[in-house]
């Protein structure tokens, strides 16, 4: 399980869910309810507007400037892969095999560069805390005007990056140097998901040997993790989705290591406690209940995580939903600190924090100016617990949301990846989901 998971859908071949105006009135007003209550900006404030629209100004001249002083690596073959309706893309890959081992790149856009303390977009980003995705209504942490122009990592165009350059062991896969800059990079391609399939099925197709050197370095990464007793509660994702998520978790936890034990700084780390053996117990049970269930005779002594993943390894599709719930009916909620003392119990990392997000998250944000100025806020503390607290209300507006859905005859999921469509007449309305 993955703190780092994007939180989009793909858009799917069946086309928008249609509703009826009286039905768009009833969500609109839901969403309003929603806002009220949990205190969530969804408006964007004209002055933080203006500033946005006019740091996309002069782009090109400006990343000319920047060059003397960051690592110029737009000739290093770069790409970016995201779901087919993502906005902006704020994070690409770039790979190369070695005698000893691997050397991965994860460029991040350089948000920092356009969003500083000094700004009004900061204040606002310290509000809001993080981006908030209801089904088809996405209420933005940046203003999208900047977050989808000059910080998102589109192809053939040079943008400034922060980024990761790990050197990785080919036995244990474990660090063998960490780089972290200030750099400009020019992405050769946008992928989607399917297209990034597409190449691991072709080898011979433009970034074919890229992506599948990838995928084999992320494989092995998310297989170690399971061995060593990280949660995967998604076990039959398919490769692309493997190869950023590992790319993402391994770019997080080099950052976090490197603040943490290279400097010995404050930052907003994330830490996730564990269960109580009495609560895990629990969750086995409930897994080892359910109809065509079982959890290996061999996990039910090791770690629980362990067993998790094997039930969830053998168990038909129909019950992954059951297991899933199961254990999170138990899990603690993972909140953002300013030191790592417990680490993160569901990734089985001794030290953890977010990095690779910085459009969509406060504490990538922060983490970002930290890395770079290694000036840390005075305000860190109080910092963290509202940025875990404005997590917990998107996530609980989120869940009420799709109830409410869901009370109106809608799927959540269709709706999610199909988006709405508003029709005049009610019986065009009919039989869409």
């Not at 793909?10 to 249609?18: L, T």
């Not at 002594?301 to 993943?309: F, I, L, Q, S, T």
Request: with cysteine; glycine share 4%; charged share 35%.
């Amino acid at each position: 399980m993955s703190d780092d998971e994007p939180k989009q859908g793909s858009a799917e071949d069946q086309g928008p869910v249609r509703i009826t105006e009286e039905l768009a009135e009833r969500l609109a007003e839901k969403r309003e309810e929603l806002f009220e209550e949990f205190e969530i900006r969804d408006e964007f404030p004209p002055a933080v507007l203006r500033e946005a629209e006019t740091r996309t100004d002069g782009v090109d001249d400006e990343i000319e400037a920047e060059i003397d002083d960051r690592r110029d690596l737009r000739d290093l073959t770069t790409w970016t892969t995201d779901p087919i309706d993502a906005q902006d893309f704020d994070d690409a890959i770039s790979i190369e095999r070695e005698a000893d081992g691997y050397r991965l790149w994860v460029h991040i856009a350089d948000v920092t560069h356009y969003v500083t303390p000094d700004t009004s977009m900061w204040e606002e980003a310290l509000e809001r805390a993080n981006t908030v995705y209801l089904p088809d209504y996405t209420i933005h942490m940046l203003p999208p005007v900047l977050a989808e122009t000059v910080c998102s990592l589109v192809p053939e165009e040079d943008r400034l990056a922060h980024t990761v350059e790990m050197e990785i062991d080919d036995e244990t896969l474990s660090f063998e140097t960490v780089d972290i800059y200030k750099s400009v990079i020019n992405s050769d391609e946008r992928l989607t998901y399917s297209e990034c399939e597409e190449r691991l099925e072709d080898p011979s197709l433009p970034l074919g040997e890229e992506n599948t050197l990838a995928f084999e370095l992320a494989d092995r990464l998310h297989e170690q993790r399971k061995a060593d007793g990280s949660l995967v509660l998604n076990p039959r994702r398919d490769r692309a989705h493997t190869i950023i998520e590992e790319s993402m978790l391994k770019a997080n936890k080099a950052v976090t290591h490197t603040l943490m034990w290279d400097r010995g700084v404050e930052a907003m780390y994330r830490v996730h406690p564990q269960p109580t053996p009495d609560q895990w117990s629990k969750a086995l049970q409930e897994i080892q209940e359910l109809n065509g269930v079982s959890i290996p005779g061999d996990a039910w002594g090791d770690d629980p995580r362990k067993a998790v993943n094997a039930a969830l390894e053998e168990s038909p599709e129909r019950q992954l939903n059951k297991i899933q719930r199961a254990v999170l009916k138990v899990m603690p909620r993972a909140k953002y600190m300013n030191d790592p003392f417990g680490g993160h119990h569901a990734l089985n990392f001794d030290i953890y924090g977010h990095f690779t997000s910085p459009i969509r998250r406060l504490s990538d944000l922060i983490n970002h100016w930290i890395v770079h100025e290694n000036d840390v806020p005075e305000t860190l503390i109080e910092l963290c617990d509202h940025a875990s607290d404005k997590q917990q209300d998107g996530e609980t507006a989120e869940r009420l949301y799709k109830q409410f859905l869901q009370e109106q005859g809608l799927d959540p999921h269709a709706v999610n990846n199909r988006g709405v469509t508003v029709v005049a007449d009610p019986e065009e309305a009919k039989h869409t989901v």
